[in-house]
């Protein structure tokens, strides 16, 4: 018997028995019951969001040499003054680990897209700043990323399709007690009938 140290034993995960096994198939093919049944729409959500992205993707690195990822980080510098921030501020609007976004970066400054230098108001921080190159690539790669954006999603919605799509987004998003939920729920059939009017016109 293997010895941890000299007198404690390494215990060892005890074999499971067929009848172990048998049980433990049995309910992970109910548990893959109740998640094929109950996830059907989120499924759907995933693939979309998915497949729409990768088209995305594909398009922008294909037409601009210029990944996804580094146009979402020239898009979130633009809306700030001077197209500059600090590291951690851009860490949070993109949503990536400290170490994500600083691998990013790093190449997005070998590429000349961006400068990283020490802050000026907290030598402890990193500030990013667009360079001339940068704004040039992300000018040239809006036009064609709002074409595919309304040929992939945009264009396939009616008005009643992206007001009623508006409205279950910023119910995932928002943070409501459920009365003011409900009293939201009770609004939509306004807000679907005026959508549907205007698009009428």
Known sequence: MTLKGRNEPVRQSPRPDHASSAEVAGELEEALARLNHQTPLWQSFLATHR???EQLADEMLREHQLPLEWFDVLVHLA???GMRAHQKELRDRVLLSESGVSRLLVRMEKAGLITRSTADDDRR???IAVTDDGRAALL???ESHLQLVASLFSDRLTATDQAAL???LSKLLARTKPD????REAEL???LALA???ASR
């Open 125 to 127: 921080s990193v500030e």
């Open 196 to 198: 549907s009017k205007m």
């Open 166 to 168: 508006s409205w279950v």
């Open 79 to 81: 809306d700030l003054p």
């Open 51 to 53: 497949q729409i992205v």
């Open 180 to 183: 003011c939920d409900a009293s």
């Open 140 to 142: 040239a790669a809006i």
């Open 189 to 191: 059939p306004n807000k």
